[in-house]
């Protein structure tokens, strides 16, 4: 049913190769290329011409190289001008399966991922030496590390990892696994990435200056009709049947998207308006 998306593998591996530094400082680790639908353009992060829905390249690019974000959000430089310069300062992104899995159930990406986990190592060795830095990226590519963490041999700055606990200023190896950054999630993803490297996390958050709440305020987010709907009432009967399923998560986003909880009405609204600027999402409030 998913044989169209291995057609891409050839497509991520020659565009990534393109902008792999010849020494790797800093290596990411995701989880796959985006998953889209047959007969759709296929995304990746080392595209250039791909700019919506972009989250991980925007994400690491304000981390690592702020001051050129700030001119490609200002439409004065292009992408590809990034991509060269995070070569050139030797960063690079791979990802623990080559066609796209984050559409599956975790059970089932996890499962794909594993089976070829020793490939995965040793591709990292490959273009990886001892003294690359690693982060992964995403719970569950962290959690498979982490119960191989025996088996492998990497400098990976995740806690976790005895080999990356050291002093350069505070203490690392305390953050562990990084969110993806998308859906509401980018700011969590800046914040620990810059703890993992020394840098100074987010001075300012806009929800900071937000007045909290006692009451929890729940979102659920539909992928397939692109609505969100803001529910005020702990009592109310959708959020009373709320549940993780296979497509739809809790606290976290699935294929199909999930329930995310909020500790105040103004966050949630916040959060909601993110989204409806950049996917055109419609919100409604349900209680």
């Known amino acids: 049913m998913y044989d ?11 565009a990534s190769e393109k902008y792999r530094p010849k020494k790797i400082k800093l290596l990411f680790i995701a989880e796959s290329p985006p998953f889209v639908e047959e007969g759709q353009e296929p995304r990746y992060i080392y595209f250039e011409k791909i700019f919506k829905y972009d989250f991980l390249f925007k994400s690491i690019a304000e981390v690592l190289l702020p001051e050129d974000f700030l001119k490609f959000k200002n439409n004065l430089i292009d992408k590809e001008k990034i991509l060269v310069k ?8 791979i990802d623990a399966c080559d066609f796209p899995v984050n559409q599956f159930p975790d059970e089932i990406a996890d499962k794909i991922i594993n089976e070829n986990f020793e490939d995965l190592i040793n591709n990292i060795k490959k273009i ?3 003294d690359t830095e ?3 990226v995403k719970e569950n590519i962290y959690k498979i590390f982490l119960k191989n963490r025996e088996k492998i041999d990497l400098k990976i700055l995740n806690s976790g990892f005895s080999n990356t606990y050291r002093w350069i200023g505070h203490y690392r190896g305390k953050t562990g696994a990084l969110p993806f950054p998308s859906v509401g999630w980018q700011t969590e993803f800046k914040d620990k990435l810059k703890e993992l490297l020394g840098l100074e996390a987010s001075k300012t958050n806009p ?3 937000m007045v909290g709440s006692n ?4 979102v659920n987010v539909n992928r397939p009709t692109k609505k969100l709907t803001i529910h005020t009432n702990p009592k109310c009967e959708y959020v009373l049947g709320k549940r993780e399923t296979n ?3 809790l606290e976290e986003m699935k294929r199909d998207g999930g329930w995310v909880s909020f500790d105040s009405l103004e966050k949630a609204k916040y959060y909601c ?3 409806e600027a950049e996917k055109e999402y419609g919100i409604t409030t349900c209680c």
């Open 134 to 136: 690693i982060v992964l």
């Open 273 to 275: 308006k993110g989204i």
């Open 247 to 249: 497509y739809k998560g």
């Open 207 to 209: 929800f900071d200056k």
């Open 4 to 14: 169209y998306l291995k057609k891409n593998i050839s497509k991520y591996k020659e």
């Open 215 to 218: 009451s929890t305020i729940w």
């Open 128 to 130: 990886a030496d001892a």
């Open 86 to 93: 995070l070569r050139d300062e030797d960063y690079f992104l």
